[in-house]
């Protein structure tokens, strides 16, 4: 019913945006781990978003108002790691290189701020929804 | 003149299905903002209105309990995607954030209006029924 959806779209949005909030953090928190190989080096993940349709109309068109998000996977960034030239580190291979993530910091930032947005307008939908379903309760009283 | 309650509440009622309706649409909008693929939508709400008031549904009405539930009935009228306000975004979403939370913003106020328009009804049906 109209109103109480609202709650699980935006609780869906919610938990999809403090998933791509989590790889972001994972990201920035990774972005100077190095490794001895490139096998082995941190790659960048982003979370893959997806709307989950509840009931499909029999015209072929999809008539539910309800349409939810969710994280349909995680991908690694393709980006090749960076190589740095430092013998004195433990981890470095037998040339002297160690190999940095391809993660720029300030992309994580922006997508960081973006996510954090999206989450806030979310919570404000919900608030709002139950603001009205309150007033709702009392009509007549 | 008799007090009819099937005529007391008039279109808020309707207006007010509507109006929850075309939140929860608007919500799943937003909820998908950053979905790639995913096309905004928005309920044509006079269109909607009208054919709610007219009352005809195309569904079929189930009158034996083992009878299959039809979906028609459950489609939601005046529902369509919304003209995007720009060509392309990249990842073809056509969500536009600040648009759909104006929008948002208003229903809910429209929907306070519908209940208001109730209340005044309820209010007014008391008052006839407790004549004092």
Same mark, same amino acid.
């Given at each position: 019913?109209?109103?109480?959806?609202?709650?699980?779209?935006?609780?869906?949005?919610?938990?999809?945006?403090?998933?791509?909030?989590?790889?972001?953090?994972?990201?920035?928190?990774?972005?100077?781990?190095? &490794?001895?190989?490139? #096998?082995?080096? +941190?790659?960048?993940?982003?979370? !893959?978003?997806?709307?989950?349709? @509840?009931? =499909?109309?029999?015209?072929?068109?999809?008539?539910?108002?309800?349409?939810?998000?969710?994280?349909?996977?995680?991908?690694?960034?393709?980006?090749?790691?960076?190589?740095?030239?430092?013998?004195?580190?433990?981890? &470095?291979?037998?040339? #002297?290189?160690? +190999?940095?993530?391809?993660?720029? !910091?300030?992309?994580?930032?922006? @997508?960081? =701020?973006?996510?954090?947005?999206?989450?806030?307008?979310?919570?404000?939908?919900?608030?709002?929804?139950?603001?009205?379903?309150?007033?709702?309760?009392?009509?007549?009283? | 003149?008799?007090?009819?309650?099937?005529?007391?509440?008039?279109?808020?009622?309707?207006?007010?299905?509507?109006?929850?309706?075309?939140?929860?649409?608007?919500?799943?909008?937003?909820?998908?903002?950053?979905?790639?693929?995913?096309?905004?939508?928005?309920?044509?709400?006079?269109?909607?209105?009208?054919?709610?008031?007219?009352?005809?549904?195309?569904?079929?009405?189930?009158?034996?309990?083992?009878?299959?539930?039809?979906?028609?009935?459950?489609?939601?009228?005046?529902?369509?995607?919304?003209?995007?306000?720009?060509?392309?975004?990249?990842?073809?979403?056509?969500?536009?954030?600040?648009?759909?939370?104006?929008?948002?913003?208003?229903?809910?106020?429209?929907?306070?209006?519908?209940?208001?328009?109730?209340?005044?009804?309820?209010?007014?049906?008391?008052?006839?029924?407790?004549?004092?």
């Amino acid at each position: 019913m109209g109103l109480f959806d609202i709650f699980d779209i935006s609780g869906s949005a919610m938990s999809a945006q403090s998933v791509r909030l989590n790889t972001t953090a994972s990201n920035i928190a990774n972005a100077d781990s190095v &490794a001895s190989s490139e #096998g082995e080096t +941190y790659k960048a993940r982003h979370p !893959v978003f997806q709307t989950v349709l @509840n009931g =499909i109309g029999v015209s072929g068109q999809n008539n539910a108002a309800k349409a939810g998000v969710s994280v349909a996977g995680i991908v690694e960034s393709q980006a090749a790691p960076i190589a740095r030239y430092q013998p004195q580190n433990p981890l &470095a291979d037998e040339n #002297g290189f160690v +190999y940095a993530p391809n993660i720029s !910091v300030v992309e994580e930032m922006a @997508n960081m =701020i973006s996510a954090s947005r999206s989450y806030q307008t979310n919570v404000q939908i919900a608030s709002t929804a139950k603001q009205l379903l309150t007033k709702t309760l009392s009509l007549g009283q | 003149m008799s007090i009819s309650f099937n005529k007391a509440l008039g279109v808020h009622e309707a207006a007010l299905t509507l109006r929850s309706q075309r939140a929860e649409v608007l919500a799943s909008n937003l909820a998908n903002a950053d979905t790639p693929n995913f096309k905004a939508r928005d309920i044509d709400f006079s269109k909607a209105l009208q054919q709610a008031q007219s009352s005809q549904s195309s569904g079929l009405q189930r009158t034996h309990a083992r009878h299959l539930d039809s979906q028609i009935g459950a489609e939601i009228p005046g529902l369509s995607y919304r003209v995007p306000s720009q060509p392309d975004t990249g990842d073809g979403n056509s969500v536009d954030a600040q648009l759909e939370q104006a929008k948002f913003a208003e229903n809910a106020m429209q929907y306070e209006a519908s209940l208001r328009f109730l209340d005044g009804r309820f209010k007014g049906l008391m008052l006839a029924v407790r004549g004092e």
